[in-house]
């Protein structure tokens, strides 16, 4: 049973360039969360979707930032117009959204580099 | 007040020490609380859950005091192995994001 994946690893992109993240949850899984790791900080809410539909984006920034959840297809974080400040890990986590207590399971990470 | 706080570490200790960490969480209507593990440049991975009677996993112990709002961890006889960033985690209800505080890093030395 694969666990979450996600793809690229590893993300280097100059200003201005657009960054594209995916994220395929665990199987039998309908729920994804984006989670944001600054450099020695810990992991920030971003974005939390189930198929087709975000549920809360409280934690994106207002600009730039956007989130998918296609009926068919991962989950795809994008970042438009790259800035220093975006180099980061980004963690994709899923969950079967079932049961309270139940909690989230997260993929290997994007190392996003900005130069 | 930052919505999960942890000791700031890092925790340096030989093996075989046995090593407390402290978290407190200032949202109240919090139900559900967890203990990951982060190891240097990983994802989080889930230590375990912690629940209002306490559990205990092996060497691991977590509590939690909702009076308080106050959980923690014990880890006995520490290898090298539970070298890694310990991340207290709390999140309000299902189906929605979890709070991570920023994490306790541990190294057992030989």
């Known amino acids: 049973n694969a666990g979450v994946m996600q793809n690229p690893r590893h993300l280097v992109r100059r200003r201005g360039q657009e960054a594209r993240l995916r994220c395929s949850p665990m199987?039998?899984?309908?729920?994804v969360y984006w989670y944001r790791q600054l450099p020695e900080e810990g992991l920030k809410f971003m974005v939390y979707l189930q198929k087709e539909n975000i549920i809360d984006e409280s934690g994106m920034p207002k600009e730039r930032f956007s989130a998918e959840f296609p009926k068919e297809g991962p989950s795809i974080l994008r970042i438009q117009q790259v800035v220093r400040g975006d180099s980061a890990a980004y963690f994709c986590?899923?969950?079967?959204?079932?049961?309270?207590?139940?909690?989230?399971?997260f993929g290997p990470g994007t190392r996003l580099l900005v130069l | 007040r930052k919505e999960v706080e942890q000791d700031p570490g890092p925790f340096n200790v030989p093996e075989g020490a046995t090593v407390a960490f402290n978290c407190t969480y200032s949202n109240s209507a919090s139900q559900s609380f967890f203990w990951y593990r982060q190891d240097c440049r990983k994802e989080p991975k889930l230590l375990m859950s912690?629940?209002?009677s306490g559990n205990e996993d092996g060497r691991f112990t977590a509590q939690l005091n909702r009076a308080s709002q106050y959980i923690s961890l014990l880890i006995r006889d520490s290898k090298l192995s539970d070298s890694a960033t310990y991340l207290c985690v709390v999140n309000l209800r299902g189906n929605t994001p979890l709070v991570f505080g920023k994490g306790t890093r541990l190294s057992v030395i030989a």
């Open positions: 912690v629940y209002s």
């Open positions: 199987k039998g899984h309908s729920h």
């Open positions: 986590a899923s969950s079967p959204g079932l049961a309270r207590g139940e909690t989230q399971y």
